[in-house]
């Protein structure tokens, strides 16, 4: 009796481990080079780090996650055409620079469109987010998860701005996006596209005025030192796309892929959690660093809202309208609206 309990036992260990080193097996070892536009201070490298254990853990050390900072591998778009070419594995990026690559993705860059966190997430990781991902192989990416970039909020050096009248003639940079230009252009400002890490020596050499950018990028990419005036807008939730290049996906075997997906999750996780933590802090330290901030009141806000409602309509054809009304619809259930 107890012998052959033993042996069983003794039998199952020995499949485990054959069933481990056949999984193993599937694993090779590869460095995978993931960039990104902002620094490693930002919640993304709290994100990466732990994607990066994950990965180490899950694959016995053999999946390697070498990350490069503050767009050391170029921009947003640069390292997007990268993946796209299969030269590049992995880039966190705002959707925003790809509306060029995949017009749908300019849906997410609608002003004043989600209302706080929790909305953005469940249509993110609901079936919207699915929706859009579904898309993105067909441009060369695979979009392993959507991570927070967030609310952004407009800086300038100019002028304390708290009215929509205010925005007037100010030169802000956007992203390369026609629905941010739009939107900015509604709202009165001199608005001009550019890749953000042009963005602080404009600033500092005054070639723009201002910029918009979440409070946790103002803070970890010091635009406080080279900007004056925080405004409170909180006019778009932008999210990043954590992208594989599907090139090079393709080469991945089936356990590769699910560890890689599994472990962008637990990252994404993570870097939500740290954003949303380090968002107030952040705001604290933007004080400190001798920036006065401007909230807006709601009478104001209804005017800028009002001023870019058109931006909707306008792009409809270039987005589409079926993914328009998908997001509206999910937003309504969500807001229990419907
Ligand atoms: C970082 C960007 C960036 C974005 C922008 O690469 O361009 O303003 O918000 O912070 O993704």
Redesign the pocket.
């Given at each position: 009796m107890f012998k052959t309990r033993l042996v069983s036992i003794l039998a199952g260990v020995a499949l485990a481990a054959l069933a481990g080193t056949a999984a193993q097996a599937q694993i090779k070892e590869r460095n995978i080079r993931v960039s990104?536009?902002?620094n490693e201070d930002?919640p993304v490298g709290n994100g990466v780090a732990k994607m990066k254990a994950c990965m180490a853990d899950k694959s016995g050390g053999k999946l390697k996650l070498q990350a490069f900072w503050g767009?050391a591998l170029g921009?947003?778009l640069q390292a997007t055409q990268a993946l796209r070419a299969g030269t590049q594995e992995m880039v966190?990026?705002?959707s925003?620079?790809l509306v060029g690559i995949m017009p749908e993705l300019g849906v997410f860059d609608l002003p004043f469109l989600f209302s706080n966190e929790k909305e953005a997430d469940t249509v993110l990781d609901g079936a919207f987010g699915k929706y859009i991902s579904d898309k993105l192989p067909g441009f060369g990416v695979v979009n392993l998860s959507y991570w927070e970039?967030g609310f952004?909020n407009l800086t300038n050096s100019k002028r304390a701005v708290s009215k929509a009248d205010e925005l007037t003639g100010l030169k802000v940079?956007?992203?390369?996006n026609n629905i941010f230009l739009d939107s900015f252009k509604s709202m009165g400002t001199n608005a001009t596209p550019m890749?953000?890490?042009e963005?602080f020596a404009a600033l500092e050499t005054h070639a723009i005025d201002g910029?918009?950018?979440?409070l946790v990028?103002i803070d970890t990419?010091k635009l406080y030192e080279v900007q004056k005036y925080l405004t409170m807008t909180r006019h778009a939730y932008?999210p990043?796309l954590a992208l594989y290049s599907k090139k090079l996906w393709d080469q991945l075997s089936a356990e590769e892929q699910t560890i890689l997906t599994d472990c962008s999750i637990v990252g994404r996780d993570e870097e939500r959690r740290v954003s949303r933590e380090l968002n107030d802090k952040s705001f604290e330290n933007l004080k400190k660093q001798g920036m006065q901030v401007s909230e807006v009141a709601p009478a104001e806000l209804t005017k800028m809202r009002e001023a870019t409602a058109a931006v909707y309509q306008r792009h409809e054809a270039t987005i589409g309208k079926e993914t328009i009304e998908r997001l509206k619809a999910d937003l309504a259930k969500i807001r229990g609206t419907n």
């Open positions: 990104n536009g902002i930002h767009g921009g947003d966190i990026t705002s925003s620079p970039n952004r940079r956007v992203m390369q890749a953000f890490g963005v910029q918009e950018n979440p990028t990419s932008t990043f």
